[in-house]
T-cell receptor
Framework: KQEVTQIPAALSVPEGENLVLNCSFT??????LQWFRQDPGKGLTSLLL?????REQTSGRLNASLDKSSGRSTLYIAASQPGDSATYLC?????????????FGKGTRLSVIA | DGGITQSPKYLFRKEGQNVTLSCEQN?????MYWYRQDPGQGLRLIYY???????QKGDIAEGYSVSREKKESFPLTVTSAQKNPTAFYLC????????????FGPGTRLTVL
């Protein structure tokens, strides 16, 4: 059964710092990996989706990488801002057993201090 | 505006009551999903539907029921059989089931009194 782990569970950084959030998964047979942002009491906002054939995706100050063979993904945030404070979740879509839904990690809660 | 709407935003249930959470999307997506989120936990899948009139159980379907009579609507009923229903419920949709981005609604917070 696919398991997704995110480390650290919480992270606090000063404004302007570059940072990396980590995501690992146990089964490398995936269609894609997706990074989401969740603000307190809100739904999830999709940030980046990486297909299994891709190595990375970029959107503005965000860069996500995928190493499928080692079961790892990172989300790099450049020049962090207080508005980046949120919980970041990664999720993988497995290939086994037909159309399997997303499996989520528990998230990393990021605080960017002004 | 295109998107996913959930209602109500807050819902209170008495012991023994069934309640229904609404989820509507105007994105013309085929697939729709219901997740439950508890504090400090990741999202857990309750039910999902890949097409109208078809749905499958997720990891924690016991005590819940769904219907998919229309493409744009996927209501979730929390029955009295669900012993610990207090949680944040999120609905999502995607164009198809396999490789597409999932888009989420704003969520419904259910509290049992």
């Amino acid at each position: 059964k696919q398991e997704v782990t995110q480390i650290p569970a919480a992270l606090s950084v000063p404004e302007g710092e570059n940072l990396v959030l980590n995501c690992s998964f146990t089964d490398s047979a995936i269609y894609n990996l997706q990074w989401f942002r969740q603000d307190p009491g809100k739904g999830l906002t999709s940030l980046l989706l990486i297909q299994s054939s891709q190595r990375e995706q970029t959107s503005g100050r965000l860069n996500a990488s995928l190493d499928k063979s080692s079961g790892r993904s990172t989300l790099y945030i450049a020049a962090s801002q207080p508005g980046d404070s949120a919980t970041y979740l990664c999720a993988v879509k497995g290939m086994n057993g037909g159309n399997t839904p997303l499996v989520f990690g528990k998230g990393t809660r990021l605080s960017v201090i002004a | 505006d295109g998107g996913i709407t959930q209602s109500p935003k807050y819902l209170f249930r008495k012991e023994g009551q069934n309640v229904t959470l609404s989820c509507e999307q105007n994105l013309n997506h085929d697939a729709m999903y219901w997740y439950r989120q508890d504090p400090g936990q990741g999202l857990r899948l309750i039910y999902y539907s890949q097409i109208v009139n078809d749905f499958q159980k997720g990891d924690i379907a016991e005590g819940y029921s769904v219907s998919r009579e229309k493409k744009e609507s996927f209501p979730l009923t929390v029955t009295s059989a669900q012993k610990n229903p207090t949680a944040f419920y999120l609905c999502a949709s995607s164009l198809s089931g396999r490789t597409d981005t999932q888009y989420f609604g704003p969520g419904t917070r259910l509290t049992v009194l």
